[in-house]
Nanobody, 118 residues
Framework: VQLVESGGGLVQSGGSLRLSCAASGFTFSSAVMSWYRQAPGKERESVAT???????AMHDSVKGRFTISRDDAKNTMYLQMNGLKPDDTAVYYCYAQYWAGFRINRYWGQGTQVTVSS
């Protein structure tokens, strides 16, 4: 299983970035996919989750600014981030969770750095 994030970088406050998570090694369409982030000195927190049927849950702090989506044909998940704020600065991680028989499998990507300057 591989989850490879891309699209992070340095952006000014108010700017936009689009993160991608390319998945391989499992049936992507059967996985619940999420974005997490971890800022320096803080715990990792869930940012957004998209289910297999397209249901979506977003952290209150990013509602109206971030959009999560998935393309099952491309085995890829996205996070469109608009109106970025310095508080959004963190390492962003892709997370996959899926059932294989009676066992639940969980995988993390390596993370991509997002830095928002004021």
């Amino acid at each position: 299983v591989q989850l490879v994030e891309s699209g992070g970088g340095l952006v000014q406050s108010g700017g936009s970035l689009r993160l991608s998570c390319a998945a391989s090694g499992f049936t992507f369409s059967s996985a619940v996919m999420s974005w997490y982030r971890q800022a320096p000195g803080k715990e990792r927190e869930s940012v957004a989750t998209i289910g297999t049927g397209g249901s979506i849950a977003m952290h209150d702090s990013v509602k109206g600014r971030f959009t999560i989506s998935r393309d099952d044909a491309k085995n890829t998940m996205y996070l469109q981030m608009n109106g970025l704020k310095p508080d959004d600065t963190a390492v962003y991680y892709c997370y996959a969770q899926y059932w294989a028989g009676f066992r639940i499998n969980r995988y993390w990507g390596q993370g991509t750095q997002v830095t928002v300057s004021s």
